[in-house]
């Protein structure tokens, strides 16, 4: 597999979750996705430049961590992006095929991590994303035991979430 | 953990068990005690269920109610083949070159040399006659080339029919007027923008493409012309009917352009040589817009930087508040300041850019972070103690604090002041570490002044962050009967390079503490409350300390 076969795998396989990651930075769609597929570009000249790149996954969520953070300090004047999640769960029309139980599930989750604190939704949403604690570690600047912990911390409160 | 037949685990060590975080010997106790306890299997039952609940919050929520992306997600392979096309152009260039330079040198190879260089006017003349190159690629790799470089500032002319202007461009302050008409420069001015037409940097390969690109209808032409690519757009859309831009072929550099505009004006544009690097007194005017390098009418050699130039660097740094987490670093190397940066954003990279256009002799480099900035830290995760101490501890902690959930929501508040006084305590420590005393005593006394006053802010700042993080454990210090007490702060010595290492010091001690305290961290014990309690203590009496001698002397 040649190495621009390797990036457009990648690209295809994490462009979503990054994405979505760039999003809950509060990144406009737009921005997001040009900070998206930006990411994948720098990996490839890195690659191409010989860099050792151990871990490409981990590698890809560090750059757009810091890249969507920075166009968000550059846009410090404008509101960030709140997508309105709630509105969409409480619509049965775009999720016909949940059921009410199931809606009110979700709504207690959802809010459950709206709950939590900064640090431990990042760690949340990097682990959904399939980062080891050292990897979340060296995304968000801090210890992988502290990773542990915002992540033990978040894991006990969505616990209450779903049992409230 | 060597107790882990008596005692049940932590849920933190259960979760690092369940992510597969902890250390084989420790995960196989853990897997052994598990067999044996119900009550623990329920508990990772339960924590399996949480992560369950996460990933089906993933999928349901998260992949269908956050808006998708707005446009097709582009074809990786076109932009990649385009960063290789680019690559392979400016090696080739590069080799070639290189050849020729060395084939000059002997004799023998001059033939050779001639005829490679009739192959290359040949391809030339082909690209010449070529009927359709596009535009908009060739502007693409310029703007790539240029985006790799260090953006150091250069000076450009402007004429018109009626006058003649310098510019320093990347210093948007600094304007030099060769004839100053403050009225038709500014007539001017207006004239680009109408235009759409960058009057920031009109000298590049990005605002012609900027302008072109906003152009609903164009027809553009790419000719070689020796060794420059000329690029010709022409449009009836707006207020330039036509703009020509000159690439440098090997580098696709931007070194000429012309407008000209609808009502009959037309500029041209053209680079300049470098200025030679004004001499080295180290102005003091670092809050003050820089001045342009003086007129020189010969080259002198460049002298060795100065530590006032590099305090300057980091003055415009600091006031960026890129000092303060950005992977930045600023080196002395042959005659310049070298910035440099890993996994800026480039944005960021932008704004660090502009403060520092300026400076003569800086030179910004940004690249993306290696595999070891990525290796994980030291610290293993799986060295967490089982406690009872710790129980009854936080068991004691929660109940002065309401419950669980006040309790974290305490704990993340305090984490957060703790990182703020951190980041102050890091950059006062990297501020010692580069001006050490010796260093100090060769600096003029304003330079000492700005590196005071870039010491005080910080520091001022971290005494604030540590007001706030005792304000806030006070209570609950108190509660548990510590109090903060007065401590003993040991005068350091003279300098405050020194003091400064015992600041950094005891705000990393403060912070372990914190950590074991609100965290789960290791080695906790009864006497950590009062261990804390005396740790902050020590901190602010230190800070104050600090301060008093950031302010006196």
Same mark, same amino acid.
């Given at each position: 597999?040649?190495?621009?076969?390797?990036?457009?795998?990648?690209?295809?396989?994490?462009?979503?979750?990054?994405?979505?990651?760039?999003?809950?930075?509060?990144?406009?769609?737009?921005?997001?996705?040009?900070?998206?597929?930006?990411?994948?570009?720098?990996?490839?000249?890195?690659?191409?430049?010989?860099?050792?790149?151990?871990?490409?996954?981990?590698?890809?969520?560090?750059?757009?961590?810091?890249?969507?953070?920075?166009?968000?300090?550059?846009?410090?004047?404008?509101?960030?992006?709140?997508?309105?999640?709630?509105?969409?769960?409480?619509?049965?029309?775009?999720? %016909?095929?949940?059921?009410?139980?199931?809606?009110?599930?979700?709504?207690?989750?959802?809010?459950?991590?709206?709950?939590?604190?900064?640090?431990?939704?990042?760690?949340?949403?990097?682990?959904?994303?399939?980062?080891?604690?050292?990897?979340?570690? $060296?995304?968000?600047? /801090?210890?992988?035991?502290?990773?542990? *912990?915002?992540?033990?911390?978040?894991?006990?409160?969505?616990?209450?979430?779903?049992?409230? | 953990?060597?107790?882990?037949?008596?005692?049940?685990?932590?849920?933190?060590?259960?979760?690092?068990?369940?992510?597969?975080?902890?250390?084989?010997?420790?995960?196989?106790?853990?897997?052994?005690?598990?067999?044996?306890?119900?009550?623990?299997?329920?508990?990772?039952?339960? /924590?399996?269920?949480?992560?369950?609940?996460?990933?089906?919050?993933?999928?349901?929520?998260?992949?269908?109610?956050?808006?998708?992306?707005?446009?097709?997600?582009?074809?990786?392979?076109?932009?990649?083949?385009?960063?290789?096309?680019?690559?392979?152009?400016?090696?080739? $260039?590069?080799? !070639?070159?290189?050849?020729?330079?060395?084939?000059?040198?002997?004799?023998?190879?001059?033939?050779?040399?001639?005829?490679?260089?009739?192959?290359?006017?040949?391809?030339?003349?082909?690209?010449?006659?070529?009927?359709?190159?596009? @535009?908009?690629?060739?502007?693409?790799?310029?703007? @790539?080339?240029?985006?790799?470089?260090?953006?150091?500032?250069?000076?450009?002319?402007? +004429?018109?029919?009626?006058?003649?202007?310098?510019?320093?461009?990347?210093?948007?302050?600094?304007?030099?007027?060769?004839?100053?008409?403050?009225?038709?420069?500014?007539?001017?001015?207006?004239?680009?923008? $109408?235009?759409?037409?960058?009057?920031?940097?009109?000298?590049?390969?990005?605002?012609?493409?900027?302008?072109?690109?906003?152009?609903?209808?164009?027809?553009?032409?790419?000719?070689?012309?020796?060794?420059?690519?000329?690029?010709?757009?022409?449009?009836?859309?707006?207020?330039? =009917?036509?703009?020509?831009?000159?690439?440098?072929?090997?580098?696709?550099?931007?070194? *000429?352009?012309?407008?000209?505009?609808?009502?009959?004006?037309?500029? *041209?544009?053209?680079?300049? %040589?470098?200025?030679?690097?004004?001499?080295?007194?180290?102005?003091?005017?670092?809050?003050?817009?820089?001045?342009? %390098?003086?007129?020189?009418?010969?080259?002198?050699?460049?002298?060795?930087?100065?530590?006032?130039?590099?305090?300057?660097?980091?003055?415009?740094?600091? +006031?960026?508040?890129?000092?303060?987490?950005?992977?930045?670093?600023?080196?002395?190397?042959?005659?310049? /300041?070298?910035?440099?940066?890993?996994?800026?954003?480039?944005?960021?990279?932008?704004?660090?850019?502009?403060?520092?256009?300026?400076?003569?002799?800086?030179?910004?480099?940004?690249?993306?972070?290696?595999?070891?900035?990525?290796?994980?830290?030291?610290?293993?995760?799986? !060295?967490?103690?089982?406690? %009872?101490?710790?129980?009854?501890?936080?068991? *004691?902690?929660?109940?002065?604090?309401?419950?669980?959930?006040?309790?974290?929501?305490?704990?993340?508040?305090?984490?957060? =002041?703790?990182?703020?006084?951190?980041?102050?305590?890091?950059?006062?420590?990297?501020?010692?570490?580069?001006?050490?005393?010796?260093?100090?005593?060769?600096?003029?006394?304003?330079?000492?002044?700005?590196?005071?006053?870039?010491?005080?802010?910080?520091?001022?700042?971290?005494?604030?962050?540590?007001?706030?993080?005792?304000?806030?454990?006070?209570?609950?210090?108190?509660?548990?009967?510590?109090?903060?007490?007065?401590?003993?702060?040991?005068?350091?010595?003279?300098?405050?390079?020194?003091?400064?290492?015992?600041?950094?010091?005891?705000?990393?001690?403060?912070?372990?503490?914190?950590?074991?305290?609100?965290?789960?961290?290791?080695?906790?014990?009864?006497?950590?409350?009062?261990?804390?309690? @005396?740790?902050?203590?020590?901190?602010?009496?230190?800070?104050?300390?600090?301060?008093?001698?950031?302010?006196?002397?």
């Amino acid at each position: 597999m040649s190495l621009q076969d390797e990036v457009a795998q990648l690209f295809e396989e994490m462009r979503e979750g990054v994405y979505r990651y760039v999003l809950s930075l509060g990144l406009y769609p737009p921005q997001a996705q040009e900070a998206t597929q930006e990411v994948f570009l720098r990996l490839y000249t890195a690659l191409k430049r010989g860099e050792a790149i151990r871990n490409r996954r981990a590698w890809v969520v560090r750059v757009a961590h810091n890249l969507g953070l920075n166009v968000r300090a550059q846009q410090s004047s404008q509101t960030p992006f709140e997508p309105n999640i709630e509105m969409r769960l409480a619509d049965p029309e775009l999720n %016909p095929e949940q059921s009410l139980l199931e809606r009110e599930r979700l709504w207690r989750f959802h809010w459950g991590v709206e709950n939590l604190s900064e640090q431990q939704r990042r760690c949340l949403h990097l682990r959904l994303e399939g980062l080891r604690y050292p990897e979340i570690a $060296a995304v968000l600047g /801090i210890s992988a035991s502290a990773v542990g *912990e915002f992540l033990r911390r978040a894991i006990v409160r969505l616990r209450k979430a779903i049992h409230e | 953990m060597s107790n882990l037949k008596l005692r049940h685990p932590s849920d933190d060590q259960l979760l690092h068990f369940a992510d597969g975080e902890l250390p084989p010997p420790q995960a196989g106790e853990i897997r052994n005690h598990l067999t044996a306890c119900w009550q623990c299997r329920t508990e990772l039952e339960e /924590i399996e269920r949480t992560i369950g609940e996460c990933v089906r919050y993933r999928k349901t929520v998260l992949e269908t109610c956050l808006p998708p992306p707005p446009a097709p997600w582009f074809d990786i392979y076109r932009h990649l083949d385009s960063i290789d096309e680019s690559q392979r152009l400016h090696q080739r $260039a590069g080799r !070639v070159l290189e050849w020729l330079r060395a084939a000059l040198h002997h004799p023998r190879r001059w033939v050779p040399a001639t005829v490679i260089l009739l192959l290359i006017a040949m391809a030339v003349q082909q690209f010449r006659q070529a009927p359709s190159v596009k @535009a908009a690629e060739m502007l693409h790799k310029a703007i @790539a080339a240029a985006d790799s470089k260090p953006h150091m500032p250069r000076r450009i002319q402007i +004429r018109t029919h009626s006058q003649r202007l310098t510019r320093l461009i990347g210093n948007t302050r600094a304007l030099v007027k060769t004839n100053p008409d403050a009225d038709s420069l500014a007539g001017l001015e207006s004239m680009f923008r $109408a235009a759409h037409y960058s009057w920031e940097d009109p000298l590049s390969a990005k605002s012609y493409s900027e302008w072109r690109d906003q152009l609903p209808d164009k027809h553009d032409e790419v000719t070689s012309e020796g060794d420059r690519y000329r690029l010709r757009t022409t449009t009836d859309s707006g207020e330039l =009917m036509e703009a020509t831009l000159k690439l440098t072929s090997r580098e696709l550099r931007a070194v *000429e352009g012309t407008l000209q505009f609808r009502n009959r004006q037309w500029v *041209e544009i053209s680079e300049l %040589p470098p200025e030679p690097a004004p001499a080295a007194s180290a102005p003091e005017t670092v809050e003050t817009a820089p001045t342009l %390098p003086p007129q020189a009418s010969t080259l002198k050699p460049a002298p060795e930087v100065t530590t006032g130039e590099e305090l300057q660097v980091l003055a415009a740094l600091h +006031r960026l508040g890129a000092d303060l987490g950005d992977p930045v670093e600023v080196t002395r190397s042959a005659g310049q /300041i070298l910035v440099t940066g890993t996994g800026i954003a480039p944005g960021r990279q932008r704004e660090i850019r502009d403060e520092l256009r300026a400076m003569p002799r800086v030179t910004v480099r940004f690249s993306e972070p290696s595999a070891e900035a990525l290796a994980p830290e030291g610290r293993s995760p799986g !060295v967490i103690s089982v406690s %009872p101490t710790n129980s009854r501890l936080q068991t *004691e902690l929660e109940k002065q604090l309401g419950g669980r959930a006040a309790f974290e929501q305490f704990a993340d508040d305090v984490f957060e =002041m703790t990182d703020a006084f951190m980041s102050r305590a890091h950059a006062l420590h990297r501020l010692a570490e580069r001006f050490p005393t010796d260093l100090e005593a060769q600096m003029t006394p304003p330079q000492r002044q700005l590196l005071k006053r870039l010491r005080r802010e910080h520091a001022e700042a971290l005494l604030r962050h540590v007001v706030d993080v005792q304000g806030r454990m006070h209570p609950l210090l108190t509660g548990l009967g510590e109090s903060a007490g007065a401590t003993e702060v040991t005068t350091p010595s003279d300098s405050w390079q020194d003091a400064t290492d015992q600041l950094f010091d005891e705000a990393r001690r403060a912070e372990t503490m914190l950590v074991a305290m609100l965290g789960n961290g290791d080695g906790q014990s009864q006497e950590l409350p009062a261990q804390v309690a @005396a740790s902050l203590a020590q901190l602010r009496d230190r800070a104050e300390f600090y301060n008093g001698l950031t302010r006196g002397r």
